[in-house]
């Protein structure tokens, strides 16, 4: 195992590599709707300067101008300006490779081809651009996203589990329904509440709670998303959710990347990462053995990339919930904080929130942040990134960076008076 290695080193260390990431995460869902958003462009400010951006919409020339004002961003964007949410980036590059080529031809250099989330059209991609995949066979990767699946291979490599049941939904049966009412009111006799989870998705997608009075109306939700297996648990009383993120190289090296603590709305979905931990020895040493079973695990099993295991320190002891065999909606953050500390300054302490403001367009924001947005000096600044819906919803995520907590939490209020700003009808 490698410690205190970058994160981006571990994809590629070499000067000779072009790294071509590629951040879209429709691939993870197999269903899409409008609630879920590429964010492709949340790479422009983790890249290094010599690798290339690949976007499936357009390129938000403000933004990278300002990313690039810092020393920040690569040198090569290929934007495909494709508003069509019904084909992956994957996808598109499949279907006109050639203004990748033509960066990698002109480059000279090997490619390295890096995707949010590995399936076939992912590795399809890499061969047709002739480049090295930095991913996993399908099958492995939805082996390890899939919390129903995971959870077994916690059991077969000794690791305590939440204690639960995992659902088969059969919603053309009539007894089905029965079936999960008597589950969830046998575990309601020891819990106050009852949390069912689908075994794929992300963003609280098929994630309910339940004292079991709203149970039939849970039921239907799930019925109609098409579930087909559930997870049905006791909620139990968390007093901490750390994320610990790993990495396995193209020749099987395993790195840890560190843990850092998650919010979690109504202890459930995750709406951001705090890099401050707080959690005992003890549970860390513990999280730590745990999850380099799992990455060995993975690694032996032919799985190579991110992996993001969520913990949850509770009551009745310390447990693994949920293996991201993905890039973490973190990942990133972790790899702009890197660039910065790198090239410009040291970063005691930061935050990752996402932030829904009225729409703008960037340099709308940029005025609206004033002295408290990143400029390369201040140490206590806000940072923008995953612009991509700013013009379209208002939607973005920030990086919060300061010296001490007390900092963290003022620039958070600063933030949330955008959020608020919204609902102010002039």
């Known amino acids: 195992m490698s410690k205190n290695k970058l994160f981006r080193d571990c994809i590629s260390d070499s000067d000779l590599e072009?790294?071509?990431?590629?951040?879209?995460?429709?691939?993870?869902?197999?269903?899409?709707?409008?609630?879920?958003?590429?964010?492709?462009?949340?790479?422009?400010?983790?890249?290094?300067?010599?690798?290339?951006?690949?976007?499936?919409?357009?390129?938000?020339?403000?933004?990278?101008?300002?990313?690039?004002?810092?020393?920040?961003?690569?040198?090569?964007?290929?934007?495909?300006?494709?508003?069509?949410?019904?084909?992956?980036?994957?996808?598109?590059?499949?279907?006109?490779?050639?203004?990748?080529?033509?960066?990698?031809r002109k480059t000279g250099r090997d490619a390295v081809y890096v995707p949010w989330f590995s399936s076939e059209k992912e590795s399809e991609a890499a061969s047709i651009l002739g480049a090295e995949f930095f991913g996993s066979p399908e099958s492995e990767t939805?082996?390890?996203?899939?919390?129903?699946?995971?959870?077994?291979?916690?059991?077969?490599?000794?690791?305590?589990?939440?204690?639960?049941?995992?659902?088969?939904?059969?919603?053309?049966?009539?007894?089905?329904?029965?079936?999960?009412?008597?589950?969830?009111?046998?575990?309601?006799?020891?819990y106050k509440t009852v949390i069912i989870r689908g075994t794929l998705g992300e963003s609280g997608m098929s994630l309910y709670?339940?004292?079991?009075?709203?149970?039939?109306?849970?039921?239907?939700?799930?019925?109609?998303?098409?579930?087909?297996?559930?997870?049905?648990?006791?909620?139990l009383n968390v007093s901490s959710s750390p994320n610990d993120q790993w990495i396995i190289g193209r020749d099987g090296d395993i790195t840890h990347l560190g843990m850092r603590s998650q919010i979690c709305k109504e202890g459930m979905i995750h709406v951001g990462t705090i890099s401050e931990l707080i959690i005992s020895d003890a549970d860390s040493k513990h999280i730590i053995a745990c999850s380099l079973k799992i990455?060995?695990?993975?690694?032996?099993?032919?799985?190579?990339?991110?992996?993001?295991?969520?913990?949850?320190?509770?009551?009745?002891?310390?447990?693994?919930?949920?293996?991201?065999?993905?890039?973490?909606?973190?990942?990133?953050?972790?790899?702009?904080?890197?660039?910065?500390?790198?090239?410009?300054?040291p970063i005691p302490v930061w935050k990752f929130i996402k932030i829904k403001t009225s729409p703008c367009i960037f340099a709308e924001l940029e005025s609206q942040l004033e002295s408290t947005i990143f400029d390369g000096v201040k140490k206590q600044s806000i940072f923008p990134y995953n612009c991509d819906l700013l013009r379209k919803t208002g939607s973005f995520s920030v990086l919060l960076l300061a010296e001490n907590m007390d900092q963290i939490s003022d620039l958070e209020q600063s933030v949330k008076e955008l959020e608020a700003s919204r609902d102010v009808v002039i």
Not at 77 to 95: C, G, R
Not at 209 to 232: H, M, P, Q, R, W
Not at 309 to 334: H, L
């Open 18 to 104: 072009l790294v071509i990431h590629a951040a879209d995460n429709f691939p993870q869902f197999p269903q899409r709707d409008a609630s879920v958003a590429s964010k492709c462009d949340r790479t422009l400010a983790a890249a290094n300067s010599n690798d290339l951006v690949v976007l499936r919409g357009k390129l938000d020339i403000d933004y990278f101008n300002w990313v690039r004002s810092l020393g920040l961003g690569p040198d090569f964007v290929v934007a495909y300006e494709a508003e069509n949410t019904d084909m992956t980036l994957s996808e598109l590059i499949i279907d006109d490779p050639e203004p990748i080529i033509e960066v990698i």
């Open 142 to 190: 939805i082996k390890y996203n899939d919390k129903a699946s995971f959870k077994v291979i916690c059991q077969e490599l000794d690791i305590p589990v939440v204690e639960g049941v995992s659902f088969e939904m059969q919603a053309d049966e009539n007894e089905n329904y029965a079936a999960m009412k008597t589950i969830v009111d046998g575990y309601l006799k020891r």
């Open 209 to 235: 709670k339940t004292d079991g009075n709203d149970l039939a109306t849970i039921y239907k939700e799930i019925a109609d998303c098409s579930e087909k297996v559930v997870l049905i648990e006791p909620f």
């Open 295 to 345: 990455a060995e695990r993975m690694r032996d099993t032919g799985y190579v990339g991110v992996i993001g295991v969520d913990y949850i320190v509770s009551d009745e002891g310390v447990y693994p919930v949920e293996n991201n065999a993905r890039f973490n909606g973190s990942s990133y953050s972790i790899m702009i904080v890197e660039q910065i500390e790198k090239l410009i300054m």
